[in-house]
Nanobody, 128 residues
Framework: QVQLLESGGGLVQAGGSLRLSCAAS????????MAWFRQAPGKERESVAG????????RYADSVKGRFTMSRDNAKNTVYLQMNSLKPEDTAVYYC?????????????????????WGQGTQVTVSS
C-alpha cells in the first residue's frame, strides 16, 4: 500500500516562503512521477506541479510558474514544493499525489484522474 505524508504547511505573510515535503512509502519511489495539488475553501482541487521519476521534467500550473519549484530526492523517497512570493490566493490545503502501479510516465500528468494515491494534506495559509 502506498502511503504519502505531507508536512511543512503553516501560516506565512504575503511575499514569504514555505517548503512542503511529501514522504512516500510502499513501493519503489524512483520509478514514478509525483504531483502536488491544492484545494482552496469553496473551490475544486487543482493541480500545482508535477515531476517525472528522475526529476528532469517538471510541469507547473500557470498560476505558480516562476514562484514554485518542485523537486525530489529519490534517496529519501521524498518530493518537495518550494513556494516563494506567496500570495493570499495560494491559501489552500496542499496534497501530494502518486499514480497507480504500472503508470511509469515519461512526463508527469497534472490531471487528478491520473493519480490514485493521495496524502492527507497540509494547510497553507497566506495572510495579506
Amino acid at each position: 500500500q502506498v502511503q504519502l505524508l505531507e508536512s511543512g504547511g503553516g501560516l506565512v505573510q504575503a511575499g514569504g516562503s514555505l517548503r512542503l515535503s511529501c514522504a512516500a512509502s510502499g513501493r519503489p519511489f524512483n520509478r514514478y512521477a509525483m504531483a502536488w495539488f491544492r484545494q482552496a475553501p469553496g473551490k475544486e482541487r487543482e493541480s500545482v506541479a508535477g515531476i517525472n521519476w528522475s526529476g528532469t521534467i517538471k510541469r507547473y500550473a500557470d498560476s505558480v510558474k516562476g514562484r514554485f519549484t518542485m523537486s525530489r530526492d529519490n534517496a529519501k523517497n521524498t518530493v518537495y514544493l518550494q513556494m516563494n512570493s506567496l500570495k493570499p490566493e495560494d491559501t489552500a490545503v496542499y496534497y501530494c499525489a502518486a499514480p497507480p502501479f504500472g503508470a511509469q510516465w515519461s512526463s508527469p500528468g497534472l490531471e487528478q484522474f491520473e493519480y490514485e494515491y493521495w496524502g492527507q494534506g497540509t494547510q497553507v495559509t497566506v495572510s495579506s
